[in-house]
């Protein structure tokens, strides 16, 4: 079952790591491409999404900090 669990994790984690490269280089084509600034907007707004979703799964299961004064 954890085997199972490690393997989807690490699907899903490649997986989004794709979309945000694939984001990235369309929002780059489309820069270099003269797309209407509303276009852009909208492919920065996904890539932007798509890099805030990364650093969500990424960070699920870890700690918090703790305060270095306690």
């Known amino acids: 079952m954890v085997r199972w669990l490690i393997f989807i994790d690490m699907r899903l984690i490649d997986t989004i790591s794709n979309v945000v490269t694939e984001a990235k280089n369309v929002y780059e084509t489309a820069c270099d491409r003269g797309v209407p600034e509303k276009e852009l907007d909208r492919l920065e707004k996904n890539?932007?999404?798509?890099l805030k979703l990364l650093r969500i799964y990424e960070n699920l299961g870890k700690k918090p900090k703790e305060d270095s004064l306690n």
């Open 47 to 50: 890539y932007y999404e798509s």
